[in-house]
């Protein structure tokens, strides 16, 4: 605020400590703390300021003639007020001579208010150093600004002690924190909102990345995503966090927003739902746009959408590009891109450079392949790593591989963890095994479960089981089911882990794999579960499986199911199976059918493997000599 001052500030009344030979002391702010608060004293009533001009004009008292000055002054009547402050201050009052600094800096004279405050504040008054510390500050002279602030701080004053932490923190001055809390600790909402910024950028953080510079004390604000994730990286709420939450709460019952806010989010990571949304709700109702965007998610998370729809367009309205994206993705799931794309673009009207990238995936999934480049590529030269990833994918899928790989490298440099197995892909294409393990290690580090399984099979082929198993287990809490498949079949090997392969073998079994559920099938029948058996075998089997088909058909068999057994092997011996296509010929052979069991002998011979086309010759000979006959 300049020094002029904003002549809608509602004026703050402090009682002070009597002078000897005077009444009580009104002294005015000339500056209102930052964030609106101070207090709304309203107009006097009539009696009050009748009864101040009555003492004044039987008096002639100093002490009243401040009174009644102060209260003319709160009403607005500069002409009346001086008057009677010049008198005071003429006589000593060192509460008058701080008014009378007030109402000239009203009427425009700074300088000659910084005059009046000196005098006062040299006489003891907090409000009037003050006033003058922040006088001298917007003048550039911080060493003058830090001295009378520091007066008015250390004499109790609640706005002195935060324009001192304010200077303070400015210049990254420890101290800060000191006057913050003293300015809390006496009712001031921003002191106690800017101290729990302090405390909250002290909690632990779990996860690393570009949150906390964002979030420092007195930084620049941040989307509510990132308040969100944050608030999440500090859920346990010990500590600092738990001060900061403290203080979150004393400044947004206050009517701090901004408070309300980070309340909010703070509560939500805790699970603590419906008083975050509550907090969500007052924020968003004083006009905090990620507030609202806040309570949308909250909302879209509960199954109300329609509501969330509602406060993310008040948010997106009020420039919040978080929630336009939000309203872009609901318009998207419910098919109807036109509006999708509208407000994809306000959020890239707003800064959201996600906007960009959700264009491309809008684009891209209604193969405008072209234009799905462009906006990939505009969100990526603006450091969006999933779109280098994405528009790396574009450009790959197009034959351009020598332009994706330097967009995969951007983005992986950046943290993508999908361009980081991406360029596992890439390099192992090129038979780089080195470089493909190097980013399929990165990404399974960053805990990605595809790359995880790929480390656990290049480990394999190396002969190094312990360091694989490891990371097959990460696979496999990822839901992989490949890994899960090898992490079974690793098992499988030591009779002492049986019944833990057969888990894994179940697990990848009931996702669909094929390979797993026949694994499962032979566990099964080993221990006597034929219906089990033929269960998996019979998944396998119609999922496309030739092992599948082939041991479906040996358990038909066994259990005198002969014909069927032989359907199961005509399926298997059709997709390669040789062992299936030597059944087959052995069945016909027994039926008398040569030519068909010749048949069959010529397709296990072709297919293998050497013990079954060497058997399937020898019978190969033996039809043919029983035709010959």
């Known amino acids: 605020m300049g020094l002029m001052g904003d002549r809608t500030r509602l004026w703050e009344t402090h009682r002070l400590v009597e002078a000897p030979g005077s009444g009580s002391e009104q002294e005015l702010p000339a500056y209102g703390p930052e964030g609106a608060d101070a207090a709304d004293a309203g107009d006097p009533a009539d009696l009050e300021l009748e009864t101040a001009r009555r003492r004044a004009m039987e008096s002639g008292d100093p002490a009243a003639l401040s009174m009644l000055g102060a209260l003319l002054l709160r009403r607005g009547d500069l002409d009346g007020a001086e008057r009677h402050l010049r008198a005071a201050t003429a006589d000593g009052d060192r509460s008058a001579a701080n008014n009378l600094g007030v109402l000239v800096h009203q009427r425009g004279y700074a300088d000659e208010a910084a005059g009046w405050w000196r005098i006062a504040a040299v006489a003891g008054s907090a409000a009037a150093a003050h006033a003058l510390g922040r006088y001298h500050r917007e003048r550039g002279d911080e060493p003058a600004a830090e001295y009378w602030l520091r007066q008015s701080a250390e004499s109790g004053h609640a706005l002195g002690a935060y324009a001192l932490a304010d200077l303070l923190e400015h210049r990254s001055d420890v101290g800060a924190e000191r006057w913050f809390r003293a300015a809390a600790e006496r009712g001031h909402r921003e002191a106690a909102y800017r101290l729990a910024r302090i405390l909250d950028g002290r909690a632990p953080r779990p996860r ?151 264009l491309g995936l809008l684009c891209a999934a209604q193969n405008r392949t072209s234009q799905a480049e462009q906006w990939y590529r505009r969100a990526a030269y603006a450091g969006h790593r999933e779109a280098a990833n994405a528009l790396a994918v574009l450009l790959l899928q197009g034959g351009d591989a020598a332009g994706a790989e330097p967009w995969f490298s951007k983005a992986a440099e950046a943290g993508s963890v999908d361009a980081a197995f991406n360029l596992g892909i890439l390099y192992a294409g090129r038979d780089e095994d080195r470089m493909a393990f190097q980013w399929y290690e990165r990404a399974a580090t960053a805990g990605h479960t595809d790359a995880a399984l790929q480390v656990a099979m290049a480990l394999m082929r190396d002969g190094d089981e312990e360091a694989a198993e490891r990371h097959l287990r990460v696979a496999v809490r990822g839901g992989n089911a490949e890994a899960a498949f090898r992490l079974g079949a690793l098992l499988d090997r030591d009779d002492d882990a049986r019944e833990e392969c057969e888990e894994w073998y179940g697990r990848a079994a009931r996702q669909g794999h094929r390979r797993a559920q026949v694994r499962l099938g032979m566990l099964v029948a080993e221990r006597g579960d034929v219906v089990e058996a033929a269960h998996w075998y019979r998944e396998a089997a119609e999922a496309g499986s030739r092992n599948g088909a082939f041991n479906l058909g040996l358990l038909l068999a066994r259990e005198g199911s002969e014909p069927e057994a032989a359907l199961w092997w005509a399926r298997a011996a059709e997709a390669g199976h040789g062992r299936a296509a030597l059944r087959l010929a052995l069945l016909a052979a027994r039926r008398g059918d040569l030519t068909e069991g010749r048949h069959w002998c010529d397709r296990a011979v072709e297919l293998g493997p050497a013990e079954v086309a060497e058997r399937a010759a020898r019978l190969r000979d033996a039809l043919q000599q029983e035709l010959s006959a």
């Open 208 to 358: 690393s990345g570009g949150l906390g510079g964002a979030l420092g004390p007195g930084g620049v604000e941040t989307s509510v995503r990132e308040l969100r994730a944050a608030a999440a990286d500090g859920r346990e709420g010990t500590g600092p966090a738990r001060e900061a939450e403290q203080w979150y709460r004393q400044a947004a019952a206050r009517g701090h927003r901004r408070a309300a806010l980070h309340l909010g989010t703070l509560l939500e990571a805790r699970g603590e739902t419906q008083e975050a949304a509550r907090w969500y709700l007052t924020s968003a109702k004083d006009g905090e746009a990620r507030a609202a965007c806040a309570l949308g998610f909250l909302l879209r998370d509960a199954g109300d959408t329609d509501s969330a729809a509602v406060w993310w367009r008040r948010a997106a309205q009020d420039g919040d590009g978080n929630a336009a994206n939000a309203l872009g993705a609901l318009h998207a799931d419910r098919g109807e891109p036109g509006e999708a794309e509208r407000w994809y673009r306000a959020a890239l009207e707003a800064g959201d450079i996600n906007g960009a990238y959700n």
